[in-house]
């Protein structure tokens, strides 16, 4: 069962990102297609017994940040700016990262050996209970310092997308 | 323990899809109607019998299975298709976790009457209810149509303000029952706690007084978080693009907005999303705030030992878990006439208002509640060690 | 969890991240390419979570959430950014955006 949605997820998570990649003619299929790709990872994450992570992931990346473009598409659209000219495909691009994606998979080969495959782990790892108390304990200026970056992130979009009033 | 989550899962869809959506939009003609101080919908009729308007749901459903499907030139196919069933999957799912009752033994076999009791059974309500924004987005933009368009980035800018308030509304409660799991907090509603009790730590009365111990008051979350139980309401309100809030699909402003393009059974679909959210917020209300299947001041535990001398443990069993169903449904009846209430009694927000409402007031207004509820909490541990 | 090795999902991130770097060099909509740097984090946090249940501990989940944080920290100072450039130059192809280069 576990094999067959790892299969499955990974299968979805592989065709959504070549189609955020491959859609030329419209940006909102390519944010859809993110959008399955982010749902695919977050299955993944639960596969992984990551719970919170897989939660976090739904809430933030494919139920936020991912209508946040699709706004932002179709705000973009409604002023008429017009899509991209012609999307150049060059071969020499995708050969070189080709090149370097194979010769990445032998090293991860040669990485990846002598470890116990997966050890057992107690019931609440992945728990938002067992996150929380991490968070709130050993990474507690984590949080912080996350929480001055958002303010300084909401600041910062709102003052670059004001219009001029002159 | 799989039997009863089909039998559980098989229950809800009948009640909620079948029963309750449809019986929804005759309540809803009949009580504007009322309201207004005029007849409502009473013209259909099968032979010559019109049972008070019950048969206006059926028409409605026929004439919406009967209508032509138009799509309109230069809409997109596929998003235009999908759209309705990504506007209706998340309402269904979120029915997933919701607990009509809590466990029981019937003839040996353990009955759970929750679908998936889920460790963090609120964060996945809010999840779902994140996807819910693409429904509406991207119904609006597969139209190809100005009005459409308009809707579509109200609604999504609406929606998405209001998940904020709505996260953020509900920390305190999850602070004071500690758990994120709907099956536990129905638990924890259960116990009392003497209202006068203060009185007691600070040495106003002797301890051991009988009258504190009798005023007690049952530990719901309407009791111990007042003003987030109309906050989160509002919040969800908002969410579900229910009136007063509107806007999206403003049938005077914008010609009805999002949904301009659909008709028949894909409009049906929409409608019926929005129904069946209106149960999950009465729902998740009643498991939350208002101490989902039980009755005040009435344990379960204390009712079954009641019981069972009479009856044998089964039938004991059996008659909570009838009791349990019906209090929690009868809880979400009253909220869902609630909802309508309001519905016919406010006039639509203007979209600057609702942005306020969502922004500027319930969110500094749930921050200060977390505060609050931080302090009550370390208070009420400091003195009583509870 | 039956017999997917731990490999499998590092193989599944590179091959996002790897899909990911294809669209950041080859696409010239400013916003496409923007969704590309986000799959690029997505499969980072993926290798993330599979390594933290490799082995055990789940340090690596709480560094995934953190880049998770930054991650929408960066769309939104982004997205502004793109906004202000549609609003000055009209178009949303980056190689219109190249007045600095040599």
């Known amino acids: 069962m576990r094999t067959a949605l790892f299969w499955i997820l990974s299968v979805a998570a592989l065709a959504g990102s070549i189609g955020v990649v491959g859609n030329v003619r419209n940006p909102i299929n390519s944010a859809l297609n993110l959008v399955v790709t982010m749902l695919a990872l977050a299955g993944l994450y639960v596969l992984l017994e990551a719970q919170f992570v897989g939660l976090i992931q739904v809430m933030v990346y494919a139920g936020a940040i991912v209508v946040l473009f699709l706004f932002v598409i179709m705000l973009l659209n409604l002023r008429g700016s017009g899509t991209a000219g012609a999307e150049v495909q060059p071969l020499v691009k995708i050969a070189g990262t080709a090149v370097v994606a194979i010769s990445a998979f032998f090293l991860l080969r040669v990485l990846s050996t002598g470890r116990a495959p997966w050890p057992d782990v107690d019931p609440s790892y992945g728990t938002t209970r067992a996150i929380g108390e991490a968070l709130y304990t050993d990474y507690v200026l984590a949080v912080q310092v996350a929480g001055v970056l958002l303010l300084a992130g909401i600041l910062a979009a709102v003052v670059l997308a004001k219009k001029r009033l002159d | 323990m799989a039997t009863s989550t089909v039998f559980v899962a098989l229950f809800i869809f009948a009640l909620v899809v079948l029963v309750f959506a449809p019986i929804m939009t005759w309540v809803e003609r009949k009580q504007s109607a009322l309201m207004q101080d005029r007849i409502g919908a009473n013209r259909a009729s099968i032979g010559g019998i019109k049972a008070l308007g019950l048969i206006h749901p059926l028409a409605d459903v026929i004439k919406m299975i009967t209508k032509e499907d138009t799509m309109p030139t230069g809409a997109h196919p596929f998003i235009h298709l999908v759209s309705p069933f990504i506007a209706v999957t998340p309402a269904m799912i979120s029915f997933a976790v919701i607990p009509y009752g809590g466990t029981y033994d019937l003839w040996g076999a353990h009955f759970s009457l929750v679908v998936a009791d889920l460790d963090y059974g609120v964060l996945y309500l809010f999840a779902i209810g994140s996807i819910a924004t693409y429904g509406s987005m991207l119904a609006g933009w597969a139209g190809n149509n100005n009005w459409g368009m308009l809707g579509s980035i109200r609604v999504s800018a609406q929606m998405i303000s209001y998940e904020v308030a709505l996260g953020v509304t509900v920390i305190g409660l999850f602070m004071i029952f500690g758990t994120l799991r709907l099956t536990e907090m129905g638990m924890l509603q259960q116990e009392t706690f003497r209202v006068f009790g203060f009185m007691e730590y600070l040495g106003w009365v002797e301890p051991g007084t009988r009258w504190i111990d009798w005023i007690t008051l049952p530990m719901w979350g309407i009791v111990l978080q007042p003003l987030p139980f109309f906050m989160f309401l509002t919040a969800m309100m908002a969410e579900n693009k229910r009136a007063p809030f509107d806007t999206p699909e403003g049938e005077s402003e914008i010609v009805a907005g999002y949904f301009i393009e659909y008709s028949g059974m894909k409009f049906g679909l929409y409608m019926m999303g929005e129904w069946i959210e209106v149960v999950i917020i009465s729902a998740l209300l009643t498991a939350m705030f208002l101490g989902g299947w039980t009755l005040p001041w009435l344990p379960e535990e204390r009712l079954i030992a009641f019981l069972s001398p009479s009856f044998g443990a089964n039938i004991a069993n059996l008659l909570a878990m009838l009791l349990a169903v019906g209090v929690f449904l009868g809880k979400v009846i009253v909220l869902i006439f609630f909802q309508m209430l309001v519905r016919w009694s406010m006039p639509r927000f203007r979209y600057d208002q609702v942005m306020n409402l969502g922004w500027k007031i319930l969110l500094p207004l749930s921050l200060a509640n977390i505060v609050l509820t931080a302090v009550g909490i370390l208070v009420v541990k400091g003195v009583t060690g509870r | ?102």
């Not at chain 3, 930054?70 to 906004?83: K, N, S, T």
């Open chain 3, 1 to 102: 969890m039956g017999d997917i090795s731990p490999f499998q999902f590092q193989v599944v991130a590179a091959l996002i991240f790897m899909v990911g770097v294809v669209g950041v060099l080859t696409r010239r909509n400013v916003i496409v390419m923007f969704m590309c740097i986000e799959l690029m984090l997505n499969a980072a946090n993926l290798s993330l979570v599979a390594f933290s249940r490799e082995v055990g501990d789940d340090q690596g989940q709480i560094f995934a959430f953190m880049v998770m944080v930054v991650a929408a920290v960066e769309v939104a100072v982004g997205l502004a950014i793109i906004i202000s450039l549609v609003r000055n130059r009209d178009t949303l192809n980056i190689e219109d955006a190249s007045q600095m280069k040599w």
